[in-house]
């Protein structure tokens, strides 16, 4: 094998101040491969269009390698490697010509026009360069150059997806419920937290826990992957699965999980944060306890560092306490227009209990 | 009616975290035992409910998901409680004074539970009327 520098890209952000490359990154590198060497053979048969066929051994064996990653943030630096003592003798000149015409595409600022020489087809390779990006986060294709870094954003990407087309691919990070399973196609239907209904491919190893929570109130589940997006940024399908898992009662958890943020004085200067042990604890609580037919109630910390689940109704309120300090769940509960109160204590293990009454209570 | 036989109507600012995005959650009108049983409210008869927002988030520097109002009936109604004027003259800092800020006595209530009570009837009565500022 020979080789030869090709380009040596910065990748900026967070991430990257570290000086190390996350894999997810080079699977960027893996699709910009791609797009240099078929934009190459497209640009070879522009030339050639008198010829049927691309010549055999035209790449030479063509492949990019990361030969080493230097610092500021991350600047891997690529070698264009070809096979040694084959029928061509070095690269042909439509890999770098290729290279350049890329990075005239990924330059090309807003209300600019994109090179006419890039076919439109090739500008969906770019829902996988880049796709890593974060918000912040940018990869400077030329960064020693003066006048133009050739930089790409989370933003532009999208901007060059979609310059032929109407969708393009994203991370995706979404919590819902498994509405649907087609197990002979491998598909299913997510129910966002926004109500919106999206369709999803699945892998086998994500099977069981797609059929425990098909069709179940409150087993919510937090999907990773790649998703399609409209112009308007819609989540539309999601085509691959990367992470599953599994989020019971997840709108209640996540409104107890906020106070983990709360601070000693969160309340006018006073009020006591809740204690992280106890949030813990309580969000194990509710997972394992939260009764399927019982909606959601109303989360707010008190100021003694208490948790108050509260069910409002336009005629009556009905609270549970968990107070940390007593050990103890405390039930009221208020009809204004019969004027009646409910008071009752639980012990701190009587969740199911405590709940069952609040259904009880709900049903009068 | 005068500040003297007390106000007609009052506000009660609530925190961000005690409310569910439409109402006031019951703990929101309960005052707690650093507040020596008193609940901090303004005379609507004084200040507007945008007034007392601004006052509250802008010179006291606390948080607010905004204004709701109950009446001096409805206070009385709810059980031992009772309103009376106290208005706030700091010398020190005149932007936290406040002539229209009133007090809402619980401390003849005794047990938890019927302090509760009281709040959750508050509670249930400022969420009828509905928020008074910012508009819903």
């Given at each position: 094998m020979t080789s030869e520098p090709f380009i040596q890209p910065r990748f900026v952000g967070a991430r990257f101040e570290g000086h190390t490359l996350p894999l997810s990154a080079a699977k960027d590198l893996a699709a910009y491969e791609e797009l240099v060497l078929e934009l190459a053979k497209h640009l070879f048969r522009q030339k050639n269009q008198d010829r049927v066929r691309i010549p055999k051994?035209?790449?030479?064996g063509f492949s990019l390698h990361i030969e080493r990653i230097d610092d500021g943030s991350v600047k891997p630096a690529l070698v264009a490697m070809s096979l040694a003592g084959q029928l061509f003798s070095s690269l042909p000149v439509e890999i770098n010509e290729s290279r350049d015409l890329i990075n005239t595409v990924i330059a090309t600022e807003e209300r600019e026009s994109f090179p006419?020489?890039?076919?439109?087809?090739?500008?969906?390779y770019f829902n996988r360069i880049g796709r890593s990006l974060e918000e912040g986060e940018s990869i400077e294709w030329l960064p020693e150059s003066p006048s133009n870094k050739t930089v790409l954003t989370p933003t532009k990407r999208k901007r060059l997806v979609l310059a032929h087309r109407e969708t393009y691919d994203a991370e995706v990070d979404v919590v819902g419920l498994i509405e649907e399973i087609d197990t002979k196609k491998k598909t299913g239907v997510l129910r966002t937290l926004e109500k919106e209904a999206v369709t999803f491919v699945f892998d086998d190893p994500f099977f069981g826990d797609l059929k425990d929570a098909l069709g179940i109130p409150g087993q919510f589940v937090r999907v990773l992957g790649v998703g399609v997006f409209d112009v308007s940024d819609r989540l539309g399908s999601i085509t691959e699965i990367d992470q599953l898992e599994r989020l019971p009662h997840y709108p209640l958890v996540s409104s107890i999980e906020q106070f983990f943020g709360l601070a000693d004085?969160?309340?006018?200067?006073?009020g006591v944060a809740p204690k992280a042990e106890d949030l813990n604890w309580l969000t194990n609580e509710v997972s394992q306890?939260?009764?399927?037919?019982l909606a959601y109630p109303s989360v707010a910390p008190s100021e003694d560092g208490n948790v108050i689940f509260e069910w409002i109704l336009p005629d009556s309120r009905i609270e549970l306490e968990a107070n940390f300090a007593d050990q103890k769940i405390e039930l009221y509960c208020t009809h204004i227009g019969s004027d009646n109160f409910i008071e009752k204590v639980f012990t701190m293990d009587q969740w199911r209990e405590a709940f069952g009454q609040v259904e009880g209570l709900l049903l009068l | 009616m005068t500040a003297q036989s007390g106000p007609e109507k009052v506000f009660r600012q609530v925190h961000p975290?005690?409310?569910n995005g439409e109402n006031p959650n019951s703990v929101a009108f309960s005052p707690t035992p650093k507040d020596q049983d008193q609940l901090s409210v303004d005379d609507a008869a004084l200040v507007s409910a945008e007034k007392s927002w601004t006052h509250f988030t802008n010179n006291l520097g606390f948080k607010s998901a905004g204004t709701w109002a109950i009446t001096h009936a409805e206070i009385v109604d709810s059980g031992d409680l009772s309103l009376r004027s106290a208005p706030v003259a700091d010398q020190a800092d005149p932007a936290k004074n406040n002539l229209a800020h009133c007090l809402i006595d619980f401390?003849?209530?005794?047990?938890k539970g019927a302090k509760r009570r009281c709040a959750q009837k508050l509670a249930l009565l400022a969420s009828a009327r509905g928020r008074q500022f910012p508009p819903a």
């Open positions: 051994g035209f790449d030479n006419t020489t890039f076919p439109k087809g090739y500008y969906s004085g969160w309340l006018e200067g006073t306890s939260f009764p399927e037919a | 975290h005690h409310w401390s003849q209530i005794t047990s």
